[in-house]
């Protein structure tokens, strides 16, 4: 597995790294190791958020220089580079504010004595993290986790290299000891041989469902807590009383901000007749007005995707769709010229039996649904497997709240697309995954919650003479 950047909107290669030897992976576990045992979980947790407050204030220093990086190896526009270089800052911040909160010792109400539940770290975590959100996907899992006290190694995916080291260099910088954060660059076999390390106590990976499958076998295998956070097709879906002009604007923003590229994007667009041909009007004109070019430039509208292999599976997926009886509305091929550019496209006419029906669209694609009513759109929003996140657009927000409740995902965004904020729980249920991240759910997941129970010299004696 090589560790290589290519600039996809120029082709260019850029830097390239050689994968560890085991040798040099067997330093960084024993680093870690050592700085979980003899540093990191000694540390009170307001000392270590203290830290994470000056590391939230590097990435900000650094802003321009690590949004240009994201830019350069994956393509995304450069003003959405700069927004998750934000935002990865906020979270860093938020868990300096909140976790010593978060993990406050919780009493229990007993009968006689007392007991309590308290927030212990599980050790040395392994992440294996993708490339569509170099810095805010690391930070979901670093930020919190290290200000509960665990240390981690992380193996991000190999075509964002630079970004992998940048974000490692900002978090030690910052003031996070040697061994309290790790960047690997390993092979998959040296993946499985991590994974099963004793020293090795969490696992958590953001990806597809074929890595997420693997992964989880491996950690279920050594008896590793694990999280999955994997694909997603969501539904948005616009009622027959819907701000028409409100629904196309975030559908446009909800579909194609990072070119489409998002495990928790709109995919699904479901729409009740009444406001079907209204809404999909608005929506291709406003998609076929999206601007290709250099990502780095900030006129340009539309990013090229990831590499070229991106763009050549999601060319074939459109193809065998429309081979399968759907409809072009507008786009369905790649773009000629520099950078691996896929034109925005709507597809409908998509029918069960079409493979198109049930999978995710990792791109610049939209799959475009009408309905009669309200109860076909809940039933068609939940046949899919997966079930991440989703949008409901109605002017009755008691309504819209009730159709949130009968869709099947771990998220539903009322009036708007989709989107995250520090404070917000992030996760899905079926094949989009398990466990959450962000909000103090976050900070949870990797924990020991170890219970206290005290019984005083009194209770003690009654205790013992019953047991008599």
Known sequence: ????????????????????????????????????????????????????????????????????????????????????????????????????????????????????????????????????????????????????????????????????????????????????????????????????????????????????????????????????????SDAFVVLEDADVALAVKMAVSGRFNNS?????????????????????????????????????DGRTTLAPLSSRDALDRLVQQVDKAVAAGARVVCGGKRLEGPGTFMSPTILTDIHPGNPAFHQEFFGPVALFFPVKDEAEAIALANDSPYGLGGSVFTRDLERGKRVARQIETGMVFINQATSTAPELPFGGVKNSGYGRELSEFGIQEFINRKLIRMIGDAEKSKQEHVGG
């Not at 909160?101 to 992440?127: C, D, H, T, Y």
């Not at 009740?272 to 998609?287: C, N, R, S």
């Open 1 to 232: 597995m090589a560790y290589q950047g290519v600039n996809p909107y120029s082709g260019e290669k850029l830097q390239s790294f050689p994968e560890l030897t085991d040798a040099a992976l067997e330093q960084a576990l024993l680093r870690a190791d050592s700085c979980y045992r003899s540093d990191w979980r000694r540390r009170t947790v307001q000392q270590r958020a203290a830290i994470l407050g000056r590391v939230a204030a590097v990435f900000r220093e650094r802003k321009e220089e690590l949004a240009r990086l994201i830019t350069l190896e994956m393509g995304k526009l450069i003003g959405e580079s700069r927004w998750e270089v934000g935002l990865t800052a906020d979270i860093f911040d938020y868990y300096a504010r909140h976790a010593a909160a978060f993990l406050e010792p919780r009493a229990i109400e007993v009968a006689s004595g007392s007991a309590q539940v308290e927030s212990e770290p599980l050790g040395v975590l392994f992440g294996v993290e993708p490339w569509n959100f170099p810095y805010y996907q690391l930070v979901r899992f670093a930020a919190p986790n290290l200000a509960a006290g665990n240390v981690m190694l992380v193996k991000h995916a190999s075509i964002i290299p630079q970004c992998a080291l940048g974000f490692e260099k900002a978090v030690r910088d910052g003031g996070v000891p040697e061994g309290g954060y790790g960047n690997l660059f390993v092979s998959k076999k040296q993946i499985e041989a991590i994974i099963a390390d004793p020293r090795i106590r969490g696992v958590a990976l953001t990806g597809s469902e074929e890595a997420g499958r693997s992964v989880a076998r491996a950690a279920g295998a050594a008896l590793k807590k694990s999280t999955m956070e994997l694909g997603g």
């Open 260 to 296: 489409g590229q998002s495990c928790v994007a709109a995919k699904r667009f479901i729409v009740a007749q009444p406001v079907a041909k209204a809404f999909l009007e608005g929506f291709t004109k406003a998609a076929s007005a999206l601007t290709p070019g250099d990502p780095l």
